[in-house]
């Protein structure tokens, strides 16, 4: 099947600096990327979608200059979290389709946690 | 209420038995997806159907179009099974609706 693959698995950062996460999907072409949450014992919850080359769309509640994210090319997005703070701490999930696809592809996640 | 509700959230089995885990959802859909998460947290899809059943391996997912619900059936369960168990609902837009999760724990 279809890998997506995240990195890094697991970050931890201090408050008030910047956190990248990177999300590829490694043997298919992404067309829209997708970029979730999830807190301990909660369900995902959509952040935001991406299409390659233009921008992201993001969920009701999710501010954008926050959460820069970034889907330059058919493999690759990017999450970039900005002056992070404790709250932030969660699990963050990306998960890619092709084109006319109804299937997603889910990355590993990536844990962050910020001190 | 969630556009997607499972049952039960807690679940522990004995190796061996059999289980079932109830997906019911509120939102017009076009593929039912039931997902796998270990601890750790890394996501597997296990299935995506739009109708009836499908069978892989010791895992059979059914879904029910016009009662607007599904089941995952595990047959001979094993404690590799345990994870967390979730049920999600796609639209044409594409847009997911996540129930909780059922977390499985499954007692050699």
């Known amino acids: 099947g279809a890998v997506v693959s995240q990195h890094p698995s697991r970050v931890i950062c201090k408050s008030g600096t910047s956190v990248k996460i990177e999300c590829r999907s490694l043997?298919?072409?992404?067309?829209?990327m997708f970029w979730y949450r999830q807190f301990p014992k909660q369900s995902l919850m959509l952040m935001a979608t991406?299409?390659?080359?233009?921008?992201?769309?993001?969920e009701q509640g999710v501010e954008k200059d926050k959460f820069l994210i970034n889907h330059a090319s058919l493999t690759l997005s990017t999450l970039t979290v900005t002056s992070a703070h404790p709250e932030d701490s969660s699990f963050y999930i990306c998960?890619?389709?092709?084109?006319?696809?109804?299937?997603?592809?889910f990355g590993p996640g990536t844990r962050l946690t910020v001190t | 209420k969630n556009e997607v509700e499972q049952s039960p959230q807690n679940l522990t089995a004995q190796e061996g038995e059999f289980i079932t885990i109830n997906c019911s959802y509120s939102?017009?859909?076009?593929?039912l997806h039931w997902l796998q998460q270990h601890p750790g947290g890394g996501i597997v899809s296990l299935f995506m159907?739009?109708?009836g059943k499908k069978k892989h391996g010791r895992l059979i997912a059914t879904i029910n179009i016009q009662e607007k619900h599904s089941s995952l059936h595990i047959t001979a369960s094993h404690p590799r099974d345990s994870a967390v168990y979730i049920c999600?609902?796609?639209?044409?837009?594409?847009?997911?609706?996540f129930g909780t999760g059922t977390s499985l724990t499954v007692i050699p």
């Open positions: 998960s890619a389709r092709y084109h006319a696809s109804y299937e997603q592809y």
């Open positions: 043997d298919f072409q992404a067309t829209t």
């Open positions: 991406s299409n390659e080359g233009s921008k992201a769309t993001y």
């Open positions: 939102v017009g859909i076009s593929a």
């Open positions: 159907l739009s109708s």
């Open positions: 999600a609902a796609s639209n044409t837009g594409n847009q997911f609706y």
